[in-house]
């Protein structure tokens, strides 16, 4: 009886929600169409954006957050999926039929579409006036209409148009709630309801508390998590109707989802989550406890399973009654090489780190700074460093650092090593020192140029790059001027074999070396390459200071763009079929094309 009370008094047909809705949209900005949209080939390993909103079911996930960033996981993979000129993304949805919608944050006035992602390929952005903070539609099918709450009002999609429902608030929204009567709201005041009979938010609980999220199971069922100043707490409607207090949290709580009137998640701050485990409330934390902004929870075959997304890159996943997951140390890694697909290492602050499937830092090599190195087997790395005008070799023998003065009259820039452990460093005024020339200063060019790069295909062959396109070849008794064609400052060098070898410079410029001469292979970007990789003529490999990548097939250029906006890459590495890049905010990229129709992928 009091459920029938509470539909007849607060809700009104379900009809009448459309009709309230209709008319024009008030939102601005016509639709803006992006055709010729595809996904950059390159599995996500690891990243340390700080992440706002996850859509999952038990097929894969949606995770989006900062810098416009937006992540598909499906069984093959993570995959960046870049959303059109957004700012920080704050929650995303996947409807049945494989339409991914993203929404957008920043600040009144910026352009912050919702943006929908159709199978074929398209993304279609919605320009909204107020930030977007929140996305979701029916809970008991998942499907369209699609509503989203702009500032103070709720918008919703039929797959066609977005229209304004005809009812808005003083107060900012945050969170929505949609059920077939009308949408739940939680304000920043407090948690109303918009139903179909008035078409206007009804006053249920304000009390000048700020409501973070809100989900439910029924129109008569709903949970919200906030409330006054201090009062972590989560909100339960009673049948008056009035939220009451069912759980004082021991941190901040940002999100709340609830499947049904025997499962719900909340989490929060500092690690914090919550399961409504039927009557009980079990508080569990995460580790490492990251602030968690975000929650997905539902059930497979009555098991229930979770996702809760927050800083740092932080993914943790709920199933058999524990969280499993992680979080990123936010590090920016530089120079990347490595032994095998499994086993990469890299720099960090002048320290070198192993990564095999998480970072560890080696020991510190004394007191130096570290700035490039190369690595002849596992836990065996040969590096340059500096302490104060002195440059220093340093080598790892899996336990300890053994530490060689090298010069304090040159720059070390670039190291190689053979596999006989036979070590060239390339430095400033035309200078390189060898362990094969018994660590004398030899010097490699003349007029001097300060070199940047140095490669080799055996200890009696050895190539350098450097200023004012200055090549020079090593044959294991004396080094030899090679012409390139160039006055351009070459930055590094790499190849396969004598045959192949690749040089780098300002400008975009691309070298080949073909075992006769250097010829030019045009200029695939226009900004300075700093960083390449190759494995034969035909697998060519270049990255640029501003995150562009290309790649050569033997006949010519082709864009790699990973699609990470204007964040810089640090590392290029492969090994085979297998290419890694390394780029800020800890991010690691193993090149690998997504599945077919990465949409319908969490869906089918």
Avoid at 353 to 378: I, N, R, S, V
Avoid at 500 to 513: C, M
């Amino acid at each position: 009886m009091m459920r029938f009370l509470i539909l007849s008094m607060l809700l009104g047909p379900a009809l009448l929600l459309l009709g309230c809705a209709s008319g024009s949209s008030t939102s601005p900005g016509d639709p803006v169409v992006e055709s010729d949209y595809t996904i950059p080939p390159y599995n996500v390993l690891r990243h340390g954006f700080d992440l706002e909103g996850v859509w999952a079911s038990q097929l894969g996930s949606i995770t989006v957050g900062e810098m416009g960033m937006a992540f598909v996981t499906v069984p093959e993979g993570r995959f960046v999926l870049p959303v059109p000129g957004t700012p920080d993304l704050t929650d995303a949805w996947c409807t049945p039929e494989g339409m991914i919608f993203v929404s957008t944050g920043g600040e009144e006035g910026e352009r912050n579409p919702i943006v929908v992602w159709y199978q074929d390929g398209q993304w279609i952005s919605k320009q909204f006036g107020p930030p977007v903070s929140a996305l979701a539609s029916a809970r008991a099918t998942g499907g369209l209409p699609m509503y989203a709450s702009a500032g103070t009002r709720v918008e919703w999609f039929d797959g066609h148009v977005w229209e304004p429902i005809q009812s808005s608030t003083s107060a900012g929204i945050l969170d929505i709630w949609p059920c077939v009567e009308g949408v739940w709201a939680a304000m920043q005041g407090g948690v109303a309801f918009c139903g179909g009979l008035t078409g206007a938010f009804t006053n249920i609980q304000f009390d000048g508390g700020w409501y973070e999220a809100i989900s439910g199971v029924a129109v008569d069922s709903v949970m919200a998590v906030g409330g006054p100043a201090g009062a972590w707490r989560i909100w339960k409607l009673n049948e008056a109707p009035e939220l009451v207090p069912v759980f004082n949290s021991s941190a901040r709580l940002y999100d709340i989802r609830w499947v049904d009137p025997e499962y719900a998640f909340a989490v929060g701050a500092e690690g914090m989550t919550v399961e409504m485990n039927g009557n009980d409330w079990i508080p569990r934390h995460v580790e490492p406890p990251v602030n968690l902004k975000g929650v997905a929870a539902w059930k497979q075959n009555n098991e229930r399973f979770a996702m809760a997304v927050g800083d740092s890159g932080g993914i943790f996943c709920f199933a058999q009654g524990q969280w499993t997951g992680g979080s990123s140390p936010k590090i920016t890694c530089t120079e990347l090489s490595g032994i095998s697909p499994s086993l990469l290492y890299a720099l960090n602050d002048g320290r070198v780190m192993k990564y095999d499937g998480q970072w560890q830092a080696l020991p510190q090599a004394g007191t130096l700074a570290l700035h490039d190195f190369c690595c002849l087997g596992e836990d065996t790395v040969v590096a340059v460093g500096t302490q104060g005008i002195d440059n220093f070799l340093a080598r790892y023998d899996g336990a300890i650092w053994h530490i060689q003065w090298l010069s304090s009259m040159e720059a070390a820039h670039d190291i190689w090593a053979a596999a006989d452990q036979n070590i060239f460093v390339a430095c400033d005024h035309g200078t390189v020192y060898s362990s094969a020339w018994s660590w004398a200063p030899m010097n490699a060019v003349q007029p001097v140029q300060h070199l940047r790069g140095i490669w080799g295909s055996s200890p009696t062959s050895v190539y350098v790059v450097g200023a004012a396109g200055t090549i020079s070849h090593w044959d294991g008794s004396a080094w030899t001027a090679m012409s390139s064609g160039t006055d351009v400052n070459l930055t590094a060098v790499w190849g396969s074999a004598d045959d192949n070898v690749v040089a780098v410079g300002e400008a975009g410029l691309v070298l080949h070396f073909d075992g006769v001469s250097w010829v030019s292979l045009g200029s695939p970007l226009t900004d300075d390459i700093n960083m390449l990789w190759c494995d034969g003529p035909d697998n060519i490999w270049v990255t640029g200071e501003y995150g562009h990548v290309n790649h050569y097939d033997g006949a010519g250029w082709e864009d790699r763009n990973p699609q990470l906006h204007p964040i810089a890459l640090t590392g290029i590495w492969g090994q085979g079929e297998d290419l890694f890049i390394l780029a800020e905010y800890d991010v690691l990229l193993r090149y690998q094309p997504p599945p077919d129709d990465l949409a319908k992928a969490l869906v089918r």
